[in-house]
């Protein structure tokens, strides 16, 4: 450690929207750390989705290794890396139970620990994965592609599904590849036209594309129905829209799933008519953040079989976060990040399956998990999509709870990174749909990490 300064930049939060950039001490090494020298780190936002403050946010981080704890094997100065921003107890009622994900102390830095918006962050040598292939800035996607991975897991398709994802945001799209590569047959992405859905198009994330009107979808949602009278073995709602998840069920067809995927307000509530559920057997689950994904999210990223060239399409220095805010809330970001400094081209070698996640410094900023002023979670995962018209299917008599009415195309679509877009929304952290119960998105996102972007 003798080389390295004894000072750092970071940006810090003192509280939700109150940041400056400061110089803070290097974080402490502890005798299992690794410390890295941040290259780039990803999740912009303003929120506070479980975040502890002061903060230095960052979930998503990656550089090179700078210094190892005493303790530390398998690790050179200067290898790539990236980190998975996790940190579990192992000691309470779940962690004992093999259930990690829901351990009752879950940490993540850049949310409840400082993170990577800062010259250096220490991690534990067991959350830091080498990387070869991807690009500073790409590797950034490496977690909330980690919250894609378990949701994959989660979902486990059969071969031949029918999928149809609500949503066209980063960790959306991830999923989608993933899933067209893992059992689904054919699959379906349903947002609204612009820069996340001719992206879709890019990465040839689906089979099919349903870009829906941000005025009047009927038209599209109609289409939609005519086109698959039996509906889809999976439907996806990476949104965040509570109205355009209410309205999937009506897509899932008999014996299949309902994944929730986007990330949402704790007073959101949907309406589902229990004999519904019961009499088509339909399943309904959750997915939020990972633990233990990096390693196959890194042979897929790494590999090039998941495509992410153009999701990041905004990069900023630290001094400009303000900035990378207003590229969130003014939508001309799909997702950002800040770089530390001009990147250089990474080196192609062969894929070697230990990815490193690079560990975030020490911060200070609220995390929205995924939910992007930028998808999941799914831990996080970053975007709000706009709200879809219900559907006619939707039943009628089924009381509402407390639905919010449709909100401006502008809001929705605030939340795009937390969770990708909605059927007629862009994407979790980015628009809501107008009218015609179309919300957009809300502001990542899949903590999914805490995003998270579920």
Aim: net charge negative; charged share 25%.
């Amino acid at each position: 450690m003798e080389s390295l300064p004894v000072q750092m930049k970071a940006l810090r939060y003192e509280k939700p929207e109150d940041w400056s950039i400061v110089t803070v001490p290097l974080p402490e090494l502890r005798d299992n750390d690794v410390l890295v020298q941040v290259k780039a780190c990803g999740h912009i936002h303003e929120g506070e989705f479980i975040a502890k403050f002061p903060l230095i946010p960052g979930h998503e981080t990656v550089g090179v290794v700078a210094a190892i704890g005493k303790n530390v094997h398998g690790f050179s100065i200067g290898d790539r890396v990236a980190a998975d921003n996790s940190e579990l107890c192992n000691e309470c009622f779940y962690c004992r139970r093999g259930q990690p994900l829901l351990c009752e102390n879950f940490n993540a830095h850049g949310v409840t620990m400082n993170g990577g918006f800062a010259e250096y962050c220490a991690y534990p040598a067991a959350k830091v994965f080498k990387i070869h292939n991807l690009s500073w800035v790409d590797a950034t996607l490496l977690e909330p592609a980690s919250c894609a991975c378990h949701g994959l897991e989660k979902i486990r398709p059969k071969l031949g599904s029918h999928v149809l994802m609500f949503g066209a945001g980063p960790t959306g799209l991830m999923l989608a590849q993933l899933l067209r590569q893992n059992g689904g047959c054919k699959v379906t992405i349903a947002a609204p036209g612009g820069l996340k859905m001719d992206l879709a198009k890019n990465l040839d994330a689906a089979d099919e594309y349903i870009e829906l009107s941000r005025s009047d979808p009927a038209k599209q949602f109609a289409q939609l129905r005519a086109e698959n009278p039996y509906g889809f073995d999976i439907v996806v709602e990476a949104t965040g829209s509570v109205r355009i998840l209410e309205d999937s069920i009506n897509y899932v067809r008999r014996g299949g799933t309902l994944v929730v995927y986007g990330v949402y307000s704790n007073a959101d509530r949907v309406s589902w008519p229990p004999s519904k559920i019961f009499g088509d057997e339909i399943t309904i689950l959750g997915s939020f953040s990972e633990t233990y994904m990096f390693p196959a999210t890194i042979d897929y990223l790494d590999s090039g079989k998941v495509k992410t060239e153009g999701i990041v399409n905004k990069t900023f220095k630290l001094e400009e976060f303000g900035e990378a805010l207003e590229s969130i809330k003014n939508k001309s970001a799909i997702k950002a990040a800040i770089v530390f400094d001009d990147e250089a081209p990474a080196p192609v070698v062969e894929a070697e399956t230990n990815g490193v996640s690079v560990p975030e410094e020490e911060a200070t900023n609220g995390v929205t998990n995924g939910v992007d002023v930028d998808e999941a979670p799914n831990g996080v995962s970053e975007e709000t999509v706009e709200e879809v018209p219900a559907t006619e299917e939707v039943v009628e008599e089924a009381p509402v709870v407390e639905v919010e009415e449709v909100v401006a195309v502008e809001e929705a679509v605030a939340a795009e990174e937390v969770v990708e877009e909605a059927p007629v929304v862009e994407e979790k952290t980015e628009e809501k749909v107008e009218e015609t119960p179309v919300a957009e998105e809300k502001p990542e996102e899949k903590v999914n990490g805490v995003d998270t972007t579920n």
